[in-house]
Structure formats: structure tokens, C-alpha cells
């Protein structure tokens, strides 16, 4: 059972896609308004059309724009949104969601009855259990999860769409981390959290903007939040295919065993696991700078809104 008078501030992160929103907007309020009061903040990620499209919506008394003064990317526009509500907003819980139309407003309310019974405070995340987008996609979004289990040694089931009660927003926004990938974030910082089951919508208006290139991008951000365990990981797997390389090098070099073919073909192996390694780590410390001490959101997310 929901409380009647707890308070949702609805976070969504839009770039050019202000024509879903009238859509969405009337998804939320007939999910919403029967079982708690709600407000609703766009992060407006420094989009340069959908202008007419914004100046109508800001007539809707139940919203608030946000505007970017430059483009910075989904995941820092969640959490300036969240820095935002926490320095200047009150609330009972910030409902975070995309604002394409996949994300299913009427899941919203699981959340909520989940978090009102929860007898502790945390992050309740709407694990996709079903996807909409092309099967290339969903082979590439199943081997992003695969990865990021061998990697990192945790499962992750979930996006953006959660519900973050008041008293951890704070502690969410100190997380430098959440620069880079939201969901991976919690993950990493041991936020208390709790997945229940969605089923993912499809999308509005326009074509999706998560492509697969978008994907790898997005993985490797959330890869990078893990940087300490995957580079131990790596280390001992690049350690281990050396290891069987030199052996086998090794071997050839007494003249025990005729491998010459099998040689040549450990050392190509061997030059190209090491060339890998450099690479993917050279990303992942590029990925990871945006997640250093100094860039905490709470402490300068003022700095992007116009």
C-alpha cells in the first residue's frame, strides 16, 4: 500500500527527443496521480532542435526543464538531475527513467509499493526481463552482460530505471563513479538495492539512439566503474596465456618436440593478447578519468546548467 502523501520527483534525461514526451507525460500522470503526487524534471541534455516542442511543454505546470548548457551524455545528465533535486527540491523519492517510452510508467508503481514495504532504505531497480529492440541488439546486449560477468565477477540486470528514496540521494551523488554509469555505480559503491521484474516498452517516437556502437560505448563506461577488478582479472588471464606461450617457446628451444607450426601460432597468440591488453586498458583509464576524486557531481554539477 502506497502512502497517499509521499512526494516523486520523476527524473528524465532527454536529448532531441522532446516529441515523445507529451506521450510519456500522460503515461506517467495516468500511472501515478491515483497513488501519489508527482512532479516531473526533464534534464534537457543540450539539444539544438524540438525548440516549438520544449516552449509548449514548459505550459504543463507538473514539469520542470532543466537545460544543459552543452551536451554531456546520458549518464552525467542523470546525475546532474539527481545533484539538482538534492540541493533544491523536496521529495520522498526521485523516480529515474528515459524519456523514450521504454522505460513502462505503470512499472513505476511497482516500485514504489516495493520501496513502501521495504523495511530498508534503498535503490529499487526494474530488471529487464524482456527487450524490444532488433535481435542484433539483444545479441550484443547479452554479450555486454556476459563480459561485464567474467570481468567483473557481478551481474547486471538493469538500466536506469529505478525509484532512490531521499536519504540515499546524497550519499549517490558523492559517488564519482556515477559520472560514468549510473546502474554500475550502485554496483560497485554496495548501495543497498533490489531488482523486481519489467517488461520493456517500446519506444515512442524516432529511432532508438542506442546502436551498437553506442552499446560497446556504454559497456565500456560501465567497465570502467570496475577498473581495479577487471585490470587484476586481465593481469592474470594476459599472465597465463604468456605463461603457456613461453613454455611452448621454451620447449621448441630444446628441440624436445617438433611445434614449430603450433609455435608460430602461440606467438602470433601471445602478440596479440598483449596488444589487446594495452588497448582495452588504455580505454578504461580514459574512461576512468572522468571518474577521479575531483569530479564528485555534488560538488560542481552547477557548472553545466544554463
Not at 531488482?195 to 532508438?208: A, M, T, V
Request: one cysteine or more; a positive charge.
Amino acid at each position: 500500500m502506497v502512502n497517499k502523501n509521499t512526494f516523486i520527483y520523476v527524473l528524465i534525461p532527454i536529448f532531441e527527443d522532446f516529441a515523445c514526451l507529451p506521450i510519456l507525460l500522460n503515461k506517467i500522470k495516468n500511472s501515478l496521480s491515483s497513488i501519489a503526487d508527482y512532479r516531473v524534471l526533464v534534464i534537457d541534455d543540450g539539444s539544438y532542435n524540438g525548440l516549438h516542442d520544449k516552449l509548449l511543454l514548459n505550459k504543463d505546470s507538473s514539469l520542470e526543464i532543466l537545460t544543459l548548457s552543452k551536451n554531456v551524455g546520458h549518464q552525467r545528465s542523470i546525475a546532474i538531475g539527481l545533484c539538482y533535486l538534492d540541493r533544491n527540491k523536496d521529495f520522498d523519492y526521485i523516480l529515474v527513467m528515459d524519456g523514450d517510452g521504454e522505460d513502462n510508467p505503470q512499472d513505476a508503481i511497482n516500485l514504489i509499493r516495493t520501496a513502501e514495504a521495504s523495511t530498508e532504505d534503498k535503490v529499487i531497480f526494474a530488471r529487464r526481463d524482456t527487450r524490444s529492440e532488433p535481435f542484433s541488439f539483444k545479441i550484443g546486449y547479452l554479450l555486454y552482460r556476459l563480459f561485464f560477468r567474467i570481468l567483473t565477477g557481478d551481474k547486471i540486470k538493469f538500466g536506469n530505471f529505478s525509484l532512490v528514496p531521499r536519504s540515499l540521494v546524497d550519499r549517490l551523488t558523492g559517488i564519482p563513479d556515477i559520472w560514468n554509469h549510473y546502474a554500475a555505480s550502485i554496483l560497485s559503491s554496495k548501495i543497498p538495492y533490489e531488482e523486481i521484474s519489467s517488461k520493456r516498452s517500446g519506444r515512442i517516437h524516432g529511432r532508438p539512439k542506442m546502436n551498437l556502437t553506442n552499446l560497446i560505448l556504454h559497456g565500456m563506461s560501465a567497465f570502467s566503474v570496475f577498473l581495479q577488478i577487471i585490470l587484476f582479472r586481465l593481469f592474470l588471464l594476459v599472465s597465463i596465456v604468456n605463461a603457456c606461450g613461453l613454455t611452448l617457446l621454451f620447449i621448441e628451444s630444446l628441440g624436445v618436440l617438433n611445434i614449430n607450426k603450433f609455435a608460430n601460432i602461440t606467438s602470433i597468440i601471445f602478440l596479440m593478447t598483449n596488444l589487446m591488453f594495452i588497448s582495452f586498458i588504455s580505454l578504461l583509464f580514459v574512461l576512468s578519468n572522468r571518474s577521479l576524486a575531483p569530479c564528485i557531481p555534488k560538488t560542481f554539477w552547477h557548472h553545466f546548467i544554463k
